[in-house]
């Protein structure tokens, strides 16, 4: 028999916990009754500021996925889960609200692995990075130095 703790089911439980801060996000959010919307009374001769979308969020890891949630422009939650031995990541998102218009979706998935070999993309550096290790090299320093 299988115990919860064995390697193999751990990432399910990753999960799993990710979906419970999300739903107690949810919970949090729909306790306050304005959806992330500060509160107090505005006169017409005070001057309107936007309200600040509050931080919610939270992450957490083990030595094999990391897990964050945080809260999309929309407000609806969403949770990445980064499986970092096999490199990918994987997005969703959960909105709360009546049983027929709450849901959890999943918004993609990617291997990542290539991606994190990349030197630059969509970099709006200064410097590129095949510029910087050229100067490092120049001077007789590594660019990518152990320590």
């Given at each position: 028999m299988k115990s919860w703790l064995e390697p193999r089911t751990a990432p399910a439980w990753i999960v799993f916990a990710g979906l419970v801060l999300?739903?107690?996000?949810?919970?949090?959010?729909?306790?306050t009754g304005n959806n992330g919307q500060g509160g107090g009374t505005t006169?017409?001769?005070?001057?309107?500021?936007?309200?600040?979308t509050p931080g919610y969020g939270t992450s957490d890891s083990n030595n094999r996925m990391i897990a964050v949630t945080g809260v999309?422009?929309?407000?609806?939650?969403?949770?990445?889960?980064i499986d970092?031995?096999?490199?990918?990541?994987?997005?969703y998102s959960a909105q709360g609200g009546t049983s027929s218009t709450s849901n959890i979706k999943w918004i993609g998935g990617r291997?990542?692995?290539?991606?994190?070999?990349?030197?630059?993309?969509n970099?709006?550096?200064e410097h590129s990075?095949?510029?910087?290790?050229?100067?490092?090299?120049?001077?007789?320093?590594?660019?990518?130095?152990e320590k």
């Open positions: 999300v739903a107690l996000g949810l919970a949090a959010e729909s306790q006169s017409s001769t005070q001057s309107t500021k936007p309200f600040a999309d422009v929309t407000g609806g939650s969403i949770l990445y889960l970092t031995e096999n490199r990918h990541i994987s997005v291997n990542i692995d290539l991606d994190l070999q990349v030197d630059g993309f970099d709006k550096s990075f095949k510029e910087l290790a050229r100067r490092f090299a120049e001077n007789g320093a590594s660019a990518t130095s």
